[in-house]
Every structure is written in C-alpha cells, then in structure tokens.
C-alpha cells in the first residue's frame, strides 16, 4: 500500500479575482492511497487508487466531486502483457501533473502486447463518457491504437498510430473522427543525460459541419543526472491547430524546468525535494482577444518506498 499527500502554492502573472474572492485561496492539497495485489507469481496483478484533490487553486463548489476511483487488472506470461482499466474522475480533480478534469468522466481500457525480441507491439481500445455539468449532455469518446516500440542500450523510438469516434448529444448528435500519428524518440550519448524528441499530427473531420482540422505538436525533453541524488528536467512544447473552422485554431506554448533532490532516509522511507517552475502561453480563435499566460511555480516534498 501506498500514500501521497501534497501541498501546492502557485503565483499567476494572468489577471486574477481580488483578494477579497474567497475561492480565489492560491492553495491546494492532494491526497492519494494506492493497494496493490499480486497473485500467481505475476500473472494477474489488482490495483486499486483512490485520491482527492483541491489543487485548482480556486475552490471547490458545491457541484464538483473532486475525486479519483481507478480498479486496474493487469499480467504478463511469457513474452505477453495484457490488462484492463476502469476509472471514474470527478468535475474540479487534477492530477499531481496538472491534468484539469473539467467534467465528469468515466473511462474503461483494455490493451494487450506481444514482445517480438527485436521489438514490441501493443495495442489498445478506449472508451471515454463524459458528461458536461452544464448541458448534461454525454460526450462518448471511442479509440484504437496500435504501436511499435523499439529499445536499444542507448537509444529508443516509439510509432505510433490511431483512430477515434466522438458523439456528442442523444438527439442531435454530433459526430467527429480523427487519425492521430506520433513519433517518440529518446537519445542517451552518456548514462547521465538524455534527449527525447517528440513529434505528433493529428488529422480531425467534424461529420456534421464538414469541417477539417490539423495540428501538429512537437516538444523536446532533457533531463540530466550529474549526481546520484540530484536530477534536472526541461521540457518545451508547441502546437499549432490550423481549420476550415476559426472557432477550433488553438496554439498553445509550454515549457517547464524542474529539480529533484534525494535529501536521503528517515522512517526507513526515501524522501526527495521536488522544485518546479513553468511557463504557459495559449491562445485560442486569433479573431477574439483570448490568449492566456500563467507562470506555476510548485515546491513537493516526496516520502517514497516505505
């Protein structure tokens, strides 16, 4: 079994509400508990998670569930991996790396993959029910992938190709299709540093309106270990969304350093000191005046492997 618990303070160079806003508190917490069970010599593996989180920084109101219930099976025999997912997440929950859930959702996966010795290969089916608080309308989200890992001592590249539905409505329905190709590279020239590129293109049609949209993302990681205790991260990315449909073009600027210190062992547990700094830009249909900037600084302290 295993426990997180997080507190997180954050300053935003954006416009914000005034002082006097009392959702507005600069200050969240997170709280998870994970159980893990193994069972004939690793062949079938239960994991169950729950957690809590107010990290939003802007309060919790009454129609929100910010909470987290994920139930996983997963094995492996011989040269087999196989598993399936169930999780359910809460309007107002995010995640230890700053994913928003912004409705409520239930998402349920199953993958399997084979290791072919000169490479591996996986594939995957999704599916994703979101419901908007708003409209109460379901959102379905069906998808497909397949992918193709390739590991060397000092280099690795992942292909990797999919197809996805998405209806939105039970009356009038909405439809949308995408494909979506993406490359991952990760290159080591000595033990303690490594690079990894990035590069995707998703290619998307509404059904109902015709309209088509491309968007291109790349990004490039680097982290670096020049100490056993101590490690540093930078990453950058940018993406672009070009369509026939102003309202959809979005670009959107990333970029984020961080610093993971092992301060050593107390209570027979690791603990480490997390610094992170980064840097958001996105703007949205170019015809309205909607871009954003934020800057997120987060200081973690980590007990692990206890």
Known sequence: MKALYMEKRASNVA???????????GFGRYLGVTA??????GKLIGEGEFAYSTLGFAGVTDQQRPMMARMTLRGSWDR???????????SGFISTGGATIVHDRDENQIWGEYDFKLFRWRGTF????????????????RNA?????????????????????????????????????GLSLAYRPMSFFSIEPNF???HEWDETSGARTETPLGSLALSCTP???FQLVSRASYSRSASEDALKELSIFNTASSLNWKIGRAFGADQYLSLQVEYRNQRANPLANNSSANVTSMLQWKVLNF
Do not use: C, M
Request: aromatic letters at 10%.
């Open 15 to 25: 416009s914000s509400p005034p002082p006097s806003d009392a959702t507005n508190t």
């Open 126 to 141: 999704g599916e994703l029910r979101e419901t908007t608080s708003d409209t109460n309308q379901v959102n379905l989200t």
């Open 200 to 202: 995707s293109f998703k």
């Open 80 to 90: 087999v991996s196989y598993g399936g997912l169930h999780r359910v997440l809460g």
């Open 36 to 41: 893990i069970s193994s069972q004939l010599d």
């Open 227 to 229: 100490w056993t205790d």
């Open 145 to 181: 992938a397949a992918s193709l890992n390739f590991t060397r001592p000092q280099w690795s590249a992942l292909f990797t190709s999919g197809y996805s539905t998405s209806a939105l409505g039970k009356i009038q329905t909405q439809e949308s299709r995408a494909f979506t190709q």
